[in-house]
């Protein structure tokens, strides 16, 4: 379990500013009105419960400066958490179509054109299209260790995931794995989906970290070597 939403946070313990060149705006304020600022810095970059509040914002920063909705900015579309990451799925696996239109009026109580919805669907599809290729390069960087440590040419690996992101997304799956593959060219990672949540996951890379240290002094007997 890499627990890996840690990273770049502000504590000293971890890895402060790591981040900070690729933060934008908009990451900011995110983590500055959130719960715990300061902390999970990656995870709000990438994780299903922050990436349809990054479009909000992004959708209320262009409203600002008459780029979309006729330049006017609802009470709904101003609203922490109105736009949620469901929402980019769907719009992101649709066509530009009454439909989207339709949603995207009666979610944000704006006026909405074939254009402004074009505009949604492409800040969504940024949105997430980031967020897998940081998830890639983070598993990159953690494959191409391994491969390393094991001082091997080639890796081959196997990766569990959960998350409805990479569960239900349209598109962010095969971008995910598609980086993976260009950024990690000699390792081979094959993802599984964990139908049981990080929690166990945890448990059992804790338990299977205890057994190590007990069957290296383990002979090929099953006796304890001496």
């Given amino acids: 379990n890499t627990e890996w939403g840690g990273f770049g946070d502000k504590s000293p313990l971890s890895d402060p500013g790591a981040l900070d060149d690729i933060l ?15 902390v ?17 914002l992004v959708l209320v920063e262009l409203t600002n ?6 330049g006017k900015v609802t009470v709904r579309l101003d609203t922490k958490h109105t736009f949620e990451t469901k929402h980019m799925s769907f719009i992101e696996g649709a066509r530009v179509d009454q439909e989207v239109i339709d949603t995207i009026q009666d979610l944000l109580k704006v006026r909405c054109s074939e254009d402004d919805a074009r505009v949604v669907s ?3 599809d ?11 390069a983070a598993l990159a960087a953690i494959a191409n260790r391994i491969r390393l440590n094991k001082a091997k040419d080639n890796l081959k690996t196997a990766v569990g995931v959960d998350g409805t992101v ?4 349209p598109n962010f799956r095969h971008k995910l794995e598609d980086a993976v593959a260009f950024l990690a060219p000699e390792c081979d990672l094959k ?11 945890a448990a059992m890379v804790t ?15 099953g006796e304890e070597d001496r």
Avoid at 40 to 56: A, C, D, N, Q, T
């Fill in 24 to 38: 934008t705006d908009f990451d900011k304020e995110v983590d500055e009105t959130s719960i715990n600022p300061g």
């Fill in 40 to 56: 999970h810095i990656f995870e709000k970059m990438i994780s299903g419960m922050y990436l349809g509040e990054i479009v909000r």
């Fill in 65 to 70: 400066n008459n780029l979309l909705f006729e």
């Fill in 122 to 124: 492409l800040v969504c």
């Fill in 126 to 136: 940024t949105i997430s299209s980031r967020s897998a290729h940081l998830c890639a």
């Fill in 166 to 169: 990479y569960k239900k997304h």
């Fill in 191 to 201: 993802f599984y989906i964990s139908e049981d949540g990080s929690g166990k996951g």
């Fill in 207 to 221: 338990a299977v970290a205890q057994r190590q240290p007990h069957s290296r002094l383990m002979n090929g007997n």
